[in-house]
């Protein structure tokens, strides 16, 4: 069993930085492939980016490669999500997931966080 718990969405100003972060309990979480997906009003849940277990593979949507970074911290139970060159367009509700493996698919993804807020001000 692995709680998630994500932290760190805000207001932010279009062209501006954000970093999320998602604590995990339980001690299997270095186990686990961690991803990142979003919501935003009147659209489906989005893949954004995920990782390996050991943090050597990283795959990002086309939409944020280049400007998100996902990373892993396993000696603090931690995922993050670095975002940068903030568009309006990435507002939406952020929530991190974990999952056997480092999959795009929400549905290969056993345990959800709660989501934070990220909104990005034109």
């Known amino acids: 069993q692995v709680q998630l718990v994500e932290s760190g969405g805000r207001l932010v100003q279009e062209g501006g930085s954000l970093r999320l972060s998602c604590a995990a309990s339980?001690?299997?979480?270095?186990?686990?492939?961690m991803g990142w997906f979003r919501q935003a009003p009147g659209k489906e849940r989005e893949f954004v980016a995920t990782?390996?277990?050991?943090?050597?593979?990283?795959y990002y949507a086309d939409g944020v490669k280049g400007r998100f970074t996902i990373s892993r911290d396993n000696a603090k139970n931690t995922v993050y999500l670095q975002m940068q060159s903030l568009k309006p367009e990435d507002s939406a509700i952020y929530y991190c997931?974990?999952?056997?493996?480092?999959?795009?698919?929400?549905?290969?993804?056993?345990?959800w966080g709660q989501g934070t807020q990220v909104t990005v001000s034109s």
């Open positions: 990782i390996n277990w050991g943090g050597t593979g990283t």
């Open positions: 997931a974990a999952a056997r493996a480092p999959f795009k698919s929400d549905t290969e993804y056993d345990y």
């Open positions: 339980g001690r299997t979480f270095s186990t686990y492939s």
